[in-house]
């Protein structure tokens, strides 16, 4: 427990590199979580999403790598170019 944590017996989350909680407490009571989002990593994400919409497995190759989920993409990619898409997109967006 981190001094300065008001509520005791918790344990205080931990910072997480593409976002932070915010914990306040508004006027009516109650607990309110923000999630704040910080422009480190943001532009890359857009720019993989906008690859992966016109070529799949090139925007899971920037996510991953060569990976099992490269070659997944690039099978639904065969198979269906729609199907590519949403496997892509997942992968980006899940990280």
């Known amino acids: 427990m981190a001094i300065g944590w008001p509520y005791a017996g918790t344990v205080r989350p931990e910072p997480d590199v593409r976002a932070a909680l915010v914990l306040r407490q508004p006027a009516t009571g109650g607990l309110t979580i923000s999630k704040l989002s910080c422009t480190g990593k943001a532009p890359m994400d857009i720019l993989r999403i906008i690859i992966a919409i016109f070529i799949p497995p090139l925007g ?19 198979l269906g170019y729609v199907p590519g898409i ?3 997109l997942w992968i980006i967006i899940k990280r």
């Not at 899971?60 to 065969?78: A, D, R, S």
């Open 60 to 78: 899971v190759f920037l996510q991953e790598g060569l990976g099992k989920h490269f070659w997944i993409n690039v099978i639904l990619t065969l």
């Open 86 to 88: 949403i496997h892509a």
